[in-house]
């Protein structure tokens, strides 16, 4: 009773699996967690539960305790989405300990899950306000260097990706015509315009005043049609990046010049493909603008 009442207090709910029986015991406010929720479940019930709670993102979790029988991990940590009574989804951090026979065979999974939403969100605004560029929304150029040389790491040659940079033309006359307020408003409009263009699943940045740079993951689409969606991407953003503003008497024409390079192609290293993406870009500029180059 004295265990009950403090787990119920802390709203912490405490575990124990056992791996033989297939049995698993809960302790808590589990009604925090399901209305429906039980304190025993037994064989199959223990992955279905497991399953029905667990955001679909975080399923891997499973796998995690699965495992736990094969290797000779004596614990285990780790955050994972829940389903609550209100039907949301909230952060518990999972702590773990694997209790182990002389030979070092899996009996028990004694430990505790709590609810860290709180600090979870705090920590994603943290990292969220030191990756994301405030007038563009995009990443910085911290951010977007770190995430693709991290990828790049583990690429090997059957990767095909592509680093565009994009590199806006006649910005300065927007600031020194228009101004400020509608030079920040066409930095604003042309990341909503390259958000559109590339998916969630790809690098977007702000890596200069008016530079940008994307990173294209392509997959599985071979050399031939993985130009031709580069491409597109590519036409995709000159034309949409095409606008006129305007303050009522003046008009400037914003458009981009685009320098494209392909790994493995053109570099394997995050450096070398700015570079050499740098290098096409300037071809675009001397070529008359609003029109990209794509490095062979």
Same mark, same amino acid.
């Given at each position: 009773?004295?265990?009950?009442? $403090?787990?119920?207090?802390? @709203?912490?709910?405490?575990?124990? %699996?056992?791996? =033989?029986?297939?049995?698993?015991?809960?302790?808590?406010? $589990?009604?925090?967690?399901? @209305?429906?929720?039980?304190?025993? %479940?037994?064989? =199959?019930?223990?992955?279905?539960?497991?399953?029905?709670?667990?955001?679909?993102?975080?399923?891997?979790?499973?796998?995690?305790?699965?495992?736990?029988?094969?290797n000779e991990q004596l614990s285990i940590q780790r955050e994972m989405r829940i389903q609550c009574a209100d039907g949301n989804y909230y952060w518990h951090r999972l702590m773990g300990a694997v209790v182990r026979d002389t030979d070092g065979k899996a009996l028990r999974l004694v430990g505790n899950f709590?609810?860290?939403?709180?600090?979870?969100?705090?920590?994603?605004?943290?990292?969220?306000?030191a990756e994301i560029d405030p007038l563009s929304g995009l990443l910085n150029k911290g951010a977007f260097t770190n995430y693709v040389s991290a990828l790049l790491e583990k690429s090997t040659a059957e990767n095909c990706y592509a680093f565009y940079i994009i590199d806006l033309d006649n910005f300065k006359k927007v600031n020194d015509t228009l101004g400020h307020i509608v030079g920040d408003r066409v930095i604003s409009d042309v990341a909503q315009k390259l958000c559109t263009v590339f998916s969630e699943n790809d690098f977007v940045g702000r890596i200069g005043g008016d530079e940008f740079a994307a990173f294209l993951k392509l997959s599985g689409s071979g050399l031939q049609m993985g130009r031709k969606i580069i491409e597109a991407k590519a036409n995709a953003a000159c034309a949409m990046i095409d606008e006129v503003y305007s303050d009522g008497k003046n008009e400037v024409n914003i458009t981009s010049s685009i320098g494209v390079a392909i790994y493995p192609h053109n570099g394997k290293r995050f450096e070398e493909l700015y570079k050499n993406a740098d290098s096409v870009l300037y071809k675009s500029k001397n070529n008359g603008k609003n029109q990209y180059t794509i490095c062979e």
């Amino acid at each position: 009773d004295r265990f009950r009442m $403090v787990t119920t207090q802390t @709203q912490a709910i405490v575990f124990d %699996y056992d791996f =033989q029986n297939q049995n698993l015991v809960l302790n808590g406010n $589990v009604k925090l967690i399901n @209305q429906h929720a039980k304190e025993r %479940y037994s064989g =199959q019930e223990v992955e279905e539960i497991i399953l029905s709670l667990l955001h679909e993102s975080d399923r891997t979790a499973l796998d995690d305790f699965k495992a736990l029988r094969q290797n000779e991990q004596l614990s285990i940590q780790r955050e994972m989405r829940i389903q609550c009574a209100d039907g949301n989804y909230y952060w518990h951090r999972l702590m773990g300990a694997v209790v182990r026979d002389t030979d070092g065979k899996a009996l028990r999974l004694v430990g505790n899950f709590v609810n860290v939403e709180d600090e979870v969100i705090k920590q994603q605004q943290l990292k969220q306000k030191a990756e994301i560029d405030p007038l563009s929304g995009l990443l910085n150029k911290g951010a977007f260097t770190n995430y693709v040389s991290a990828l790049l790491e583990k690429s090997t040659a059957e990767n095909c990706y592509a680093f565009y940079i994009i590199d806006l033309d006649n910005f300065k006359k927007v600031n020194d015509t228009l101004g400020h307020i509608v030079g920040d408003r066409v930095i604003s409009d042309v990341a909503q315009k390259l958000c559109t263009v590339f998916s969630e699943n790809d690098f977007v940045g702000r890596i200069g005043g008016d530079e940008f740079a994307a990173f294209l993951k392509l997959s599985g689409s071979g050399l031939q049609m993985g130009r031709k969606i580069i491409e597109a991407k590519a036409n995709a953003a000159c034309a949409m990046i095409d606008e006129v503003y305007s303050d009522g008497k003046n008009e400037v024409n914003i458009t981009s010049s685009i320098g494209v390079a392909i790994y493995p192609h053109n570099g394997k290293r995050f450096e070398e493909l700015y570079k050499n993406a740098d290098s096409v870009l300037y071809k675009s500029k001397n070529n008359g603008k609003n029109q990209y180059t794509i490095c062979e």
